[in-house]
């Protein structure tokens, strides 16, 4: 039987707070107890030196016992539950409780018997008879015999104490149990709403649904982390379902315009409408690779985001082959009249020089190309600990803010308008980041509207 996680809760606190209230109790009501009798224990010895002093203090110097306060004594100590009896040394009694009264005696035992084995039926009690020496100076001149109830013995005033304690302890131990089951209820529904929001959220989510959002918030710092946590999916998931529609759309365009180029010339070529001449012939050509390079990027990504992307790693000088990707690009700097400034020392890297070249080429080129005539474009080079850092700094139009979060996200393009003077796919940077992290690096970028943007590369120099 599956239980709701707001039940599990009320009852897992309310086992604790029951466990915990039975387990309190029971210690108290022990130690208390032991600590009682103990109490009892002493009291009465107490008492019964406070009687030997009583009865040794009338014995008079000529040698004789005042035996009407001794009786005064025997019959006060009565209504105590005590039962004394005076022998001097010969075998002489001087006053006896039982000979005295012995019906009250008999009644006096029956009643405190009956009192302790009903409140302590399993004590091993008993009267107790006990004899104490009557000393005068170094001299023994008798034996005062006390009886009690032994091992220890309640008054009524004592047994109410006691049973005043234990339902004390008892109506306690219900109030923590009801207590602790209210806390319970309120925490599990405290702790349950949240993640009840969430599981629905989820839910949605995987129906498709990526606008639903949590607006439960949490005291709890776990909790609202996953409310967070799930609310960062939605809304990725959401941007990812745009970017999806989007691909769909970019990729429908990509193809369609070149295809129908092509449908177009080679229907009016058949048709003999137009004569096969180079330049048509070439126009076709353009379309075809076109075509080719959407399929090769295509290729390219595919490759990269492959789990099993295979590194060719190797020592190289890293300024050395951004020196190579510099003059690879020098005809498009030169038809823009661009700035380049690159001067670093040489830094060795252990990393896939071709990845890592692509990654360059990527980057700059991107710079180049958003870059205005007569601008400028910065690389650097430099250590920080185990990570070099490479940085691409341009002049050029910048990137709004809204568009930054999906740079590296395929087929993005921040000009929508997806002309021919922007051109590319849209695949480049996600390439690169692909690329980066296959070599446990990070890519970022920085970017002020018309300031121009810059582009950092983070990599272990070492593999």
């Known amino acids: 039987m599956k239980l709701r996680f707001k039940t599990v809760l009320a009852l ?74 005076l022998t001097e040394m010969d075998g002489t009694v001087i006053w006896d409780a039982v000979a005295y009264n012995s019906g009250i005696c008999t009644a006096m035992i029956e009643k405190m018997t009956d009192r302790m084995t009903k409140h302590y039926p399993a004590i091993e009690g008993g009267f107790t008879l006990k004899g104490y020496p009557i000393n005068i100076g170094d001299t023994q001149i008798g034996i005062l015999t006390i009886g009690y109830y032994g091992p220890f013995y309640y008054s009524e005033t004592e047994l109410f104490f006691v049973e005043t304690l234990n339902q004390l302890l008892i109506w306690v131990a219900l109030g923590t149990f009801v207590i602790s089951i209210f806390c319970g209820v309120f925490i599990s529904r405290l702790i349950s709403k949240p993640l009840s929001s969430v599981t629905l959220s989820a839910k949605r989510l995987a129906l498709g649904d990526y606008s639903i959002r949590s607006p439960v918030s949490s005291k709890t710092v776990e909790v609202q982390d996953l ?162 850092i490479v940085v691409v700094a341009d002049t050029g139009q910048g990137i709004p803010a809204e568009d930054l979060p999906f740079i590296f996200e395929r087929f993005y393009r921040v000009d929508k308008s997806r002309t021919r003077s922007t051109g590319g796919t849209g695949i480049g940077l996600s390439i690169v980041k692909q690329i980066v992290n296959a070599h446990h690096g990070t890519v970022s970028v920085e970017s002020t509207l018309g300031s121009g943007s810059r582009f950092s590369v983070r990599l272990p120099s070492s593999g």
């Not at 110097?61 to 539950?81: F, M, P, Y």
Request: overall charge negative; proline content about 2%; charged content about 20%.
């Open 227 to 388: 409310i967070h946590s799930v609310n960062n999916l939605a809304e990725t998931l959401s941007a990812q379902d745009t970017l999806r529609k989007q691909l769909t759309a970019d990729v429908a365009h990509e193809l369609r315009t070149p295809l129908c180029t092509l449908q177009g010339y080679i229907e009016a070529l058949s048709d003999g409408v137009w004569e096969p001449t180079k330049e048509r012939f070439v126009s076709c050509h353009e379309e075809i690779t076109r075509l080719t390079k959407l399929v090769e990027d295509l290729t390219s990504l595919a490759r990269f985001e492959s789990e099993h992307l295979v590194l060719n790693t190797s020592h190289f000088n890293l300024n050395e082959l951004i020196r190579q990707v510099l003059h690879l690009c020098e005809s498009k700097i030169n038809e823009k009249h661009l700035t380049i400034i690159f001067d670093s020392q040489p830094q060795i890297i252990w990393a896939d020089k071709d990845k890592i070249k692509q990654v360059i080429v990527n980057i700059f080129s991107n710079a180049i190309k958003f870059t205005p005539d007569y601008g400028s474009v910065t690389l650097s080079v430099s250590r920080e600990k185990n990570m070099i």
């Open 12 to 85: 897992f606190f309310t086992l604790i707070g029951l466990i915990s209230v039975l387990l309190v109790s029971l210690v108290v009501n022990f130690f208390l107890d032991t600590a009682f009798q103990e109490y009892s224990k002493r009291k009465q010895e107490i008492r019964n030196q406070e009687i030997i002093n009583l009865i040794s203090s009338q014995y008079t110097s000529d040698g004789n016992w005042n035996k009407a306060v001794i009786q005064d004594i025997g019959v006060s100590v009565l209504e105590e539950g005590m039962l004394l009896k």
